[in-house]
């Protein structure tokens, strides 16, 4: 028998990303596995009770009866098509393609895999907050290439969180503000980089069932950048960059799952310190906060935010100053020592398991040249829609297209377009 457990409403609201798993490939592959304070935790980056419309097995109701052929992909109480009993086994995984859209990179595709592991032990939450491990693969038609592989796990009755992951590939882009006059900041210089990099991180729970959580991320990659431009040739004897960085990390999580929530707060702050005395070509600081929140307007309606800011010190490699994080926004088209972004979501299920989405964002970048200050703003939106893919898991998936001034993109998502694991 399945249960669907109804949470008391929270008391409080206040804000991500790039594998629900969201595998977003969207945001390339590079920025989140350096995107050095959270967003991996993409290939990127699992406390609270399941909420209304998530049906939860319940820990006394175990593995459901023994299906077989195509029994395993339809849920018996609808009759719809649902990936539940399928990915709960062992054997199971969601294959998710990537469909690349991203104006940075241009068009392409590939493949990813992603396993879910419920922890049955921890009833409820297990299926809410599943271990999951993920590859993948992709490619466009710029050149631009990545291979990518990571695991989310929970130990010790969930207080303990870990998150590895590693990537190597080409990312080529075009890079703005590079330059010291302010024209710069609409000329691109086209670069680029080969890589080859990994995360490990831990969080610990401060209490049992207490959604605050403390950690430790460790990035290193080696990257190699070089200009695609002969007017850029001089640049070409650019060093080799390496990051060698831990962060540090303060967490806050009240989601009822972590794939598509109706409720709750995701909040994470990180601040990085890369060191040459650890290996790294430069000493300089990251400090990233995300914040974001779902709240159920109706039954069938969510509202969802995300707030995201950034920022970096002197001597950040250039691909890893902050940058706007919008749907519809080409990733790296505004960048600045410090960069802030909103987005808000509406999602209706308006009927069975089908909803549709609509979400808009801002945000502005603050660059200092001199005696100057320079900003730069931009604003997107877009329409989507997802289903009810894995009632269990409480996992939507679908298609989001977006649309920035001068761009328009297509995303796969799934779980959220903010997803953090």
Do not use: C
């Amino acid at each position: 028998m399945r249960t669907t457990a109804v949470p008391p409403p929270i008391e409080h609201i206040t804000f991500v990303f790039r594998p629900t798993p969201k595998i977003q490939m969207m945001r390339p592959a590079l920025l989140l596995l350096l995107a050095l304070g959270s967003s991996f935790p993409a290939l990127a980056q699992l406390i609270s009770e399941p909420l209304r419309n998530v049906e939860i097995v319940s820990e006394a109701a175990g593995i459901d009866k023994k299906r077989e052929g195509k029994a395993r992909f339809f849920d018996p109480e609808d009759g719809q098509f649902d990936l539940s009993y399928f990915l709960e086994n062992p054997r199971g995984f969601l294959p998710i393609p990537i469909v690349v859209t991203e104006p940075a990179v241009g068009y392409g595709g590939g493949v990813a895999g992603m396993f879910l592991r419920p922890r049955r032990e921890a009833g409820d939450e297990g299926w809410a907050r599943p271990d999951i491990s993920g590859v993948g693969a992709f490619a466009t038609q710029n050149g631009t290439w990545g291979a990518f592989g990571g695991d989310a796990s929970r130990w010790l009755d969930g207080r303990l969180r870990t998150q590895f992951g590693a990537g190597t590939g080409r990312f080529n882009l075009d890079f703005f503000g590079l330059g010291a006059a302010p024209t710069s900041l609409d000329q691109g210089v086209r670069y680029s980089l080969q890589f080859t990099g990994a995360f490990a991180q831990a969080n610990w729970q401060l209490a049992p069932k207490s959604p605050w959580a403390v950690g430790l991320r460790y990035v290193y990659a080696d990257v190699d950048p070089k200009p695609r431009e002969s007017r850029f040739q001089p640049l070409a004897d650019q060093v080799r960059v390496k990051v060698s960085a831990p962060s540090a990390v303060v967490e806050y999580d009240t989601r009822d799952n972590v794939f598509t929530p109706t409720r709750g707060i995701y909040a994470e702050s990180s601040f990085l310190a890369s060191r040459e005395a650890l290996g790294a070509t430069d000493d300089f600081e990251r400090f990233q906060q995300v914040l974001i929140a779902w709240h159920p307007l109706t039954q069938d309606v969510t509202l969802g935010a995300r707030l995201n800011y950034a920022w970096s010190s002197d001597g950040t490699p250039f691909f890893l100053r902050p940058f706007i994080q919008l749907r519809g926004v080409p990733a790296v088209r505004y960048q600045g020592d410090q960069a802030g972004s909103i987005e808000v979501e509406a999602r209706w299920q308006f009927y069975g398991r089908w909803s549709v989405v609509a979400f808009g964002g801002a945000g502005a970048t603050r660059t200092e040249r001199q005696s100057s200050t320079i900003t730069q703003s931009v604003g997107s939106g877009g329409l989507g829609f997802r289903y009810e893919l894995a009632s269990k898991f409480g996992m939507h998936a679908g298609i989001d297209v977006a649309h920035s001034p001068g761009t328009t993109a297509l995303y796969f998502v799934v779980g959220n377009a903010w997803f953090r694991p």
